[in-house]
């Protein structure tokens, strides 16, 4: 199950945000390194977590989770606009149709992460094609960019790779159309809609 989570539906979800909020921290800090902010010792939150951020979050049967991603609407700050607008050769996209994905990541250990991360991007199609989300953009550094490629979506590079902070990095645009969506599930053997959107629909 694909769990999407807006800034009204928080309290609701303030475990499953917390859990994320430290798994995020176990993966990009302590396995990865990142030099981002880490408050009370447990929880990456950075700038960009803010009531403009929607959450995905791919969970087991019993709720358990098995990864995320952050999506962050191009009209506002961005990842991208504002950390690493040097990765786009033609300007940072921008526009209401325009998302940034970022944060997605996957639990170490878990029995299939591609699979998890087809389901994530399959969750993030549907929630693009429900709101008129025509592109998402993303910033990945290399060695996880095949891991990227091989979900199977239509990208493009939005310029060269470049060092930041001893590691080399890339912008990506992915465009998302209704094939897009058709070509996920077929890879990912789905046969329908993976989004949950729990707190909306039961309002």
Same mark, same amino acid.
């Given at each position: 199950?694909?769990q ?50 929607? &959450?995905?979050? +791919? #969970?087991?049967?019993? $709720? ?6 952050? =999506? ?6 961005t990842l991208?606009?504002e ?12 526009g ?47 060695? &996880?960019?095949? +891991? #990227?490629?091989?979900? $199977? ?6 310029? =060269? ?31 329908g ?11």
């Amino acid at each position: 199950m694909i769990q999407l989570i807006e800034a009204a539906d928080r309290a609701a979800f303030e475990s499953q945000l917390a859990e994320m909020y430290r798994e995020r921290k176990r993966v990009f800090v302590d396995r990865l390194g990142w030099e981002v902010p880490v408050v009370a010792g447990e929880f990456e939150i950075d700038q960009f977590d803010t009531d403009r951020a929607v &959450y995905v979050l +791919a #969970l087991d049967p019993s $709720g358990a989770q098995l990864g995320s991603a952050r =999506l962050l609407p191009s009209t506002g700050p961005t990842l991208l606009s504002e950390v690493f607008p040097h990765l786009c050769e033609r300007g940072v996209p921008r526009g209401g149709d325009v998302w940034e994905i970022t944060r997605m990541c996957t639990h170490p250990g878990i029995a299939d992460a591609k699979l998890v991360r087809q389901k994530l991007m399959v969750g993030m199609v549907e929630f693009a094609l429900l709101n008129g989300i025509r592109r998402f953009t993303l910033v990945s550094h290399i060695p &996880y960019l095949s +891991a #990227l490629l091989a979900i $199977g979506w239509d990208c493009e590079p939005l310029g =060269l790779p470049q060092e930041h902070a001893g590691q080399m990095v890339g912008a990506l645009v992915v465009n998302v159309t209704p094939d897009t969506l058709s070509l996920l599930r077929m890879r990912a053997n789905l046969r329908g809609p993976v989004l949950r959107w729990e707190v909306r629909d039961a309002a």
